[in-house]
């Protein structure tokens, strides 16, 4: 018999199989658990030096073994690593105040430690975790190396769900196409329910939130921290098995000419992963996108002022931007107590700067702030709306700034960008910067996720990126599925950032669309969606016909909330929120379908009263209805189809 070691073949096989299994057996498999014990991330490197990771949620998969790592042009950060070292175990604990938020003292307790690898030529990647008891976030760190510039080519994070699992997901538009070529925007219609795997069909991918449903666990995936040396991401058009992953801007969405490319210098940080996790409430009332975040620019923030504001556009369109139907709608807004005006597209030509400045003082008599509409563009779509090509430099930005505060204008928004290059996010970021030095509040409207921008910056009032009331103006397909995109959006695009839907339309849209939603419906949008300016889409003309004790709610509503409370829902289907402000809660619920429905609620915890209003639609259509409640246990309450309600508690 021959002896183990005179088999050279045989040795050499076992000697590989040793070496490789004690690398293995070396490399430690980490996790780091939520201050409450329920959410469990698993950290480890495969036989290929793959980093990889796993959440559960209360011991249940929420995503299987999913891939970290990045890939630059001349070094992989994605295979081949070995561990380094790992920080100790940090706890996070800050507050913070957010005025143009779902809650304004904010409270954030996570756990956090530095994962640290090492690549082939001997390089650093530490991946950054912070574990809350609403979700996980990371992201990646790249330290100097001797002052040089490299660009990074791609990012090998992605998201495992079990192939069980089902998705609400929006696709994301073809750069350079649509009206003008003003896409993408981030307006495109959420896929219900659907299978994860499901193939993306333009292939440009799928856009953040992304909403999964794991069993009975939740998962809202998004991006939040953006910086301006960094491309947007957004979830691949594949996911084979219910793998999705990253995927950064294609070439057509840069500007100014810009190379594509994200480039490393000096210390390196990614944007964060958010993985929110639990059950709906949790998702609803979680802050985690903003609390990762500290602000970017430190501001006297006495102008940032949240408010409601009147908007002639929604519906008299471009043709009515003059003089006399803008001052009517300064009159609305003092009469309803609201705090702003918008002054829509080519006010420059139709009314011109000397007559807005007449409108600015006129306004500022009545308590009434403007804001002003710009176009972003340069070439990079063809919109002939005006002014235009006024912001494109910083020395335009701040000369055109200089003369708006000088008018006594408050605020401004800015339509059409370019995409999601890193030229583009750059630009974000630039107008934000030079906006705060002449005390403006900013808009953005065909535009991109924040990704909590609003938290950097906490003059960003609101940003569009959804596909919000006026293309119920334009076209009946959309006027007919508006219930279900609006019992979508509290679970999806506005979970984390501020969102300018434009709601509520009590009366009548001025078009030849028949809206679909109820009057009760409208009402309720008012409180279920979060804007820092809430620019409604009623007009002087169709508040008269609202009765008085409704007008009155909107004086009286408030501009900004201090609590959160999800009561009930089921995404696309239907949707119950509270929201405090003071001592007071706004209940607003909404049936995204169309077909009747009774709901039993329990708001008992809430109430300070047994007797509560109840205001919800009234038999004849358009009008509303009213009642006393008492909520002392289960509340049953009637939804009409694409009907809603609100209640008042004090």
């Known amino acids: 018999m021959l002896s183990l070691f005179s088999n050279k073949k045989l040795w050499t096989s076992l000697s590989l199989y040793l070496l490789i299994h004690t690398v293995n057996a070396v490399q430690p498999k980490m996790q780091i658990e939520s201050p409450d014990g329920k959410i469990r991330v698993e950290i480890h490197l495969n036989e290929k030096g793959e980093p990889l990771y796993a959440v559960k949620f209360e011991n249940k998969i929420a995503l299987e073994n999913s891939k970290l790592g990045l890939n630059l042009a001349d070094e992989s950060f994605s295979s081949g690593l070995s561990f380094d070292k790992r920080s100790n175990l940090n706890t996070i604990k800050k507050s913070y105040e957010s005025l143009n938020a779902k809650r304004r003292i904010n409270n954030y307790l996570a756990n956090e430690q530095v994962i640290s690898f090492k690549n082939q030529q001997n390089n650093q990647l530490n991946i950054q975790f912070q574990v809350s008891n609403d979700g996980v976030a990371f992201r990646y760190e790249i330290p100097s190396v001797h002052n040089s510039k490299r660009l990074l080519s791609s990012e090998q994070s992605s998201f495992k769900f079990p192939e069980t699992a089902i998705a609400w997901l929006q696709p994301m538009a073809i750069a350079k196409s649509g009206w003008e070529q003003t896409n993408p925007s981030y307006e495109e219609h959420y896929y219900q329910a659907i299978k994860v795997g499901t193939l993306e069909p333009t292939q440009t991918g799928w856009v953040y939130p992304a909403l999964f449903k794991v069993g009975d666990t939740y998962v809202l995936i998004s991006e939040s921290g953006l910086e ?111 705090q702003y005006c918008l002054i829509d597209v080519n006010w420059d030509r139709n009314i011109g700067y000397s007559r807005i400045q007449e409108l600015s003082d006129y306004a500022k008599g009545k308590n009434v702030g403007l804001i002003l509409w710009y176009n972003s563009a340069g070439y990079w779509n063809t919109v002939k709306y005006t002014p235009k090509n006024k912001l494109l430099t910083s020395e335009l930005r701040r000369k055109e700034f200089e003369k708006l505060q ?83 959006l509290p679970f999806t695009r506005n979970v984390f950032d501020p969102m300018d839907y434009t709601p509520m339309n009590l009366h009548k849209v001025n078009t030849n669309v028949v809206r679909k939603t109820t009057s009760a419906f409208e009402l309720a949008t008012s409180i279920l969606f979060l804007s820092g300016i809430q620019h409604f889409a009623e007009s002087p003309e169709g508040m008269l016909h609202v009765p008085g004790f409704i007008k009155q709610l909107l004086r009286d509503l408030p501009t900004h909330w201090d609590d959160v409370k999800f009561i009930q829902g089921y995404p696309g289907k239907e949707v119950v929120i509270a929201r405090k402000s003071g001592n007071k809660w706004y209940v607003a619920g909404i049936n995204g379908e169309n077909k009747e429905k009774q709901i039993s609620i329990d708001l008992s915890e809430l109430a300070k009263n047994k007797k509560v209003k109840l205001i919800t639609d009234a038999d004849k259509p358009g009008e509303f209805s009213t009642q006393e409640l008492n909520i002392m246990g289960k509340t049953n309450i009637s939804m009409k189809p694409n009907g809603g309600f609100v209640i008042l508690m004090d």
């Open 228 to 338: 301006s040396n960094h491309a947007a991401s957004r979830l691949s058009a594949e996911s084979e098995k219910g793998e999705y992953k990253i995927d950064y801007a294609g070439i057509k969405e840069t500007i100014f000419n810009k190379e594509l490319e994200t480039v490393i210098e000096g210390d390196f940080h990614s944007p964060w992963r958010v993985i929110a996790v639990g059950n709906l409430g949790t998702i609803v009332e979680s802050t985690l996108g903003l609390d990762l975040l500290d602000e970017s620019i430190q501001i006297d923030q006495g102008f940032i002022k949240p408010g409601k504001s009147s908007w002639s556009w929604i519906n008299s369109k471009d043709d009515y931007i003059i003089f006399d139907e803008q001052k009517k709608y300064i009159d609305f807004a003092a009469d309803m107590n609201w």
């Open 406 to 488: 000088k008018m006594g204008i408050k605020g401004v928004k800015i339509d059409f960008f370019g995409g999601d290059g890193q030229s583009v996010i750059a630009y974000y970021h630039e107008i934000l910067r030079d906006a705060a030095d002449y005390k403006l509040m900013v808009n953005f409207h065909g535009a991109t996720l924040p990704r909590g921008w609003s938290k950097m910056y906490p003059h960003l009032m609101t940003v569009e990126a959804v596909r919000g009331f006026e293309t119920v103006t334009f076209t009946q397909e959309d006027a007919d599925r508006q219930a279900e995109i609006c019992a979508t």
